[in-house]
């Protein structure tokens, strides 16, 4: 498995984690983590897939800066600008 980030490099995962279970709030979601061996950066800390975002029926505003996870009729909510102020 080959992985293209968006400066069109190309990295090879060192594994996955499968079907870890994932809090996220008060929401517990089953996810895959794919094991990578890049440079750290405060910026990012968690990359988060397009399956993980469909399972949470996520809801992303750029402009607020707002990423909404949403299961059956709950809902929360998470400012953006407002986390990475304390990395």
Do not use: W
Not at 10 to 22: A, R, T
Not at 33 to 49: T, Y
Not at 69 to 74: A, G, N, P, T, V
């Amino acid at each position: 498995m080959q992985l293209s980030l968006v400066d069109r490099s190309i990295i090879y995962p060192h594994g996955i984690l499968h079907d870890v279970l994932f809090r996220c709030a008060e929401f517990v979601f089953p996810t895959d983590f794919v094991i990578l061996d890049i440079e750290e950066n405060v910026e990012v800390p968690l990359l988060l897939g397009r399956p993980f975002l469909a399972t949470g029926r996520t809801l992303i505003d750029v402009e607020m800066g707002e990423i909404m996870l949403r299961l059956d009729d709950e809902q929360v909510c998470f400012k953006v600008f407002e986390a990475m102020k304390s990395y």
